[in-house]
């Protein structure tokens, strides 16, 4: 059993940063790819990011290139997205999931690789 919470969610300006957390417990945080999803009022959930088991390997949303970086702290299994240069467009609820069932399996931007998520973080971008 894997628990995944957020945070690190508020109100900024456009241009501004944030950085989001995301807190594993459980089964061993490093034995399992992490990915960062969000859905935006009236949209479907869409892929932001993603990271293998060992942080080798990232894969980033066009949208998103350039601007956020996906990282990740085995030793205190914590998920990080850092946001940077952001757009009213990324407002949303943010959530990070984990691939459980691919263990550390080829990293993934499908939502059914993922099999736990988190409660999501909301992220407002005001122009």
């Known amino acids: 059993q894997v628990q995944l919470v957020e945070s690190g969610g508020g109100l900024v300006q456009a241009g501004g940063s944030l950085r989001l957390s995301c807190a594993a417990s459980g089964r061993t945080f490093s034995e399992y790819g992490m990915g960062w999803f969000r859905q935006a009022p009236g949209k479907e959930r869409e892929f932001v990011a993603a990271?293998?088991?060992?942080?080798?390997?990232?894969y980033y949303a066009d949208s998103v290139k350039g601007r956020f970086t996906i990282s990740r702290d085995n030793a205190k299994n914590t998920l990080y997205l850092q946001m940077n240069s952001l757009k009213p467009e990324d407002t949303a609820v943010y959530f990070c999931a984990a691939a459980l069932s691919r263990g550390r399996s080829g990293i993934t931007k499908l939502q059914y690789d993922y099999d736990t998520w988190g409660q999501g973080t909301q992220v407002t971008v005001s122009s």
């Open positions: 990271i293998s088991w060992s942080a080798y390997t990232t």
